[in-house]
């Protein structure tokens, strides 16, 4: 199966934009990058999903290089309500949505 | 808007015993699929359905089954729990598979 690879872990500050990096080098040529994020005890919540180049929401950008081989997750100016786990997503062999291990961000004051 | 509703949020059994968690969602979604996520863990696909009638394997799908004999409905089948099966059960769905997936609250089940 197609896999992706995340940081296990990252710390970050109250204010700060923080970038996390997902590595899918197997991904099909039709299929989506999507972002979760996930709080304890709850399921994952969709952040930000796109094909390539850039996505904005108001929560969230998504930077995509043109080889599509991995994705960038941009938090503007973060705050204490964002420690939480983020996933990267991606159709797996056509139908399969699998998740990766996710990143633990640690937000500090 | 009930979204995707997931039944019992809690329960504990014995080794051998079997019992269905039940996941229900009134989008009119496509695709649905369960996961399970252990302590400390990311999400693993248990099994997943692209349409009624329609049900396919996921990473781990040994001893679960499902069926998906309506659009809202996806019940998952613990056969003859085990206490390696202890874990937290999530249900999703998406209108298109690929799309946005909705999750319900999870389940947590205890095997002893």
Redesign the interface.
Known sequence: ?AKTTQPISMDSYEGQEVNITCSHNNIATN??I?W?QQFP??????II?GYKTKVTNEVASLFIPADRKSSTLSLPRVSLSDTA?Y?C?F?NAG????????TRLMVKP | NAGVTQTPKFQVLKTGQSMTLQCAQDMNHEYM?W?RQDPG?????IH?S?GAGIT?Q??VPNGYNVSRSTTEDFPLRLLSAAPSQTSVY?C?SSRP??G???????SRLTVL
Do not use: K
Request: glycine share 20%.
């Open positions: 199966l299929d989506y999507t979760y005890s709850q399921g994952p919540r969709f999903q786990v996933y997503l159709n139908n399969m949505l699998t998740f990766g291990g996710g | 699929s996961y863990m990311g999400l693993r696909l997943y692209v396919d996921g990473e999530f999703a598979q690929g946005e997936l909705f999750f319900g609250e999870g």
